[in-house]
């Protein structure tokens, strides 16, 4: 039996902190998890490194 750990969770540095549009984000290793912090147990997307760092630069603007 495979077994996960359990995730850390924090809040990710986009999120606006008013919380009407937050993320959370927890790593393991080789993917990066994302999650809606109103909705814990709803559906959470799950990135590869290579994915994830295009996201967070598209998502900045760079």
């Known amino acids: 039996m495979n077994r ?7 809040k990710s540095s986009y999120s606006n902190g008013g919380g009407e549009t937050c993320v959370e984000v ?4 080789g993917t990066i ?5 109103k ?3 709803g ?3 799950a ?3 290579a994915a ?3 996201f967070v630069e598209y998502s900045s603007g760079e």
């Open 4 to 10: 996960t750990p359990e995730l850390y969770w924090f």
């Open 26 to 29: 927890a790593t393991a290793p």
């Open 33 to 37: 998890h994302v999650r809606d912090s």
């Open 39 to 41: 909705n814990a147990t």
């Open 43 to 45: 559906p959470r997307l």
């Open 47 to 49: 990135f590869g490194p």
């Open 52 to 54: 994830w760092a295009g």
